[in-house]
């Protein structure tokens, strides 16, 4: 097998078993409207911090589960009811602060955009640094969390892909695959590339995802 086609075998594989999307994951359908956006913006927030992707994930559906879906939900939710989701996810570390921060973004989100994040998309007119800036200015939204929100909505924001961030850059690296973003998206195609991109955050994150991969793809 050529090199070309070897890193082909195990992008594909790595799609195959791990290529699930984080949003999906979550429960959420990915679209341009606001409801979706405003659901990966929480995920987000989630995931950025130094706690299991599993457990930000559960985190996130507790949160939906219970109604907040929405800026409006999530900001006319009390903070114990906040609370009480987060900790039913078990996202039991930073559930005080978090509860706090989803409060506070959820009322910055609308007092600024109309709890519309696609005004903010609007505004950063295609400049991914810009849009990461307005994202950042979120309580609990770093540049971490930034990174995450670009990566899981590149598909129905396509002037943003590929988007291919450190984490993801370092889960390639791992599998002998290129350290560059536009050669990795070509492995796989723009519409697989958000999947693939959550694929190779799981390899940076869990080595035994590497090794399932490689032994699918025979390398």
């Given at each position: 097998?050529?090199?070309?086609?070897?890193?082909?075998a195990?992008a594909?594989?790595?799609?195959?078993?791990h290529?699930?999307?984080?949003a999906?994951?979550s429960g959420i359908?990915?679209?341009?409207?606001?409801?979706?956006?405003?659901q990966?913006l929480?995920?987000a927030?989630?995931?950025?911090?130094?706690?299991?992707?599993?457990?930000a994930?559960?985190a996130?559906?507790?949160?939906f589960?219970a109604?907040?879906?929405t800026?409006?939900?999530?900001?006319g939710?009390?903070?114990?009811?906040?609370?009480?989701?987060l900790?039913?996810?078990?996202?039991?570390?930073?559930?005080?602060r978090?509860a706090?921060?989803?409060?506070d973004?959820?009322t910055?989100?609308?007092?600024?955009?109309g709890?519309?994040?696609?005004?903010m998309?609007?505004?950063?007119?295609?400049?991914?640094?810009?849009?990461?800036?307005?994202l950042?200015?979120?309580?609990?939204?770093?540049?971490?969390?930034?990174?995450?929100?670009?990566?899981?909505?590149?598909?129905?924001?396509?002037?943003f892909a590929?988007?291919?961030d450190?984490?993801?850059?370092?889960g390639?690296?791992?599998?002998?695959?290129p350290?560059?973003?536009?050669?990795?998206?070509?492995?796989?195609?723009?519409?697989r590339?958000?999947?693939?991109?959550?694929?190779?955050?799981?390899a940076?994150l869990d080595?035994?995802?590497v090794?399932?991969?490689?032994?699918?793809?025979g390398?």
């Open positions: 097998m050529s090199p070309r086609g070897g890193q082909r195990l594909h594989a790595l799609l195959e078993r290529g699930e999307t984080f999906a994951q359908r990915v679209g341009n409207t606001p409801q979706p956006l405003y990966v929480v995920l927030g989630l995931l950025s911090a130094r706690i299991r992707a599993s457990v994930v559960a996130a559906r507790a949160l589960d109604g907040m879906r800026p409006r939900r999530m900001a939710a009390t903070w114990q009811q906040r609370v009480d989701a900790g039913e996810g078990g996202y039991r570390r930073y559930d005080e978090t706090t921060q989803l409060g973004g959820a910055l989100l609308l007092d600024t955009y709890g519309d994040l696609r005004r998309r609007k505004a950063a007119d295609g400049d991914a640094t810009a849009l990461r800036r307005a950042q200015e979120i309580p609990g939204m770093g540049p971490a969390g930034s990174h995450i929100f670009l990566r899981e909505v590149q598909g129905v924001w396509p002037e590929p988007y291919l450190a984490k993801a850059v370092q390639a690296e791992r599998l002998g695959l350290g560059d973003g536009r050669q990795l998206a070509r492995l796989v195609g723009p519409d590339t958000a999947a693939f991109a959550s694929g190779l955050v799981r940076a080595r035994s995802v090794e399932d991969v490689r032994k699918a793809a390398a």
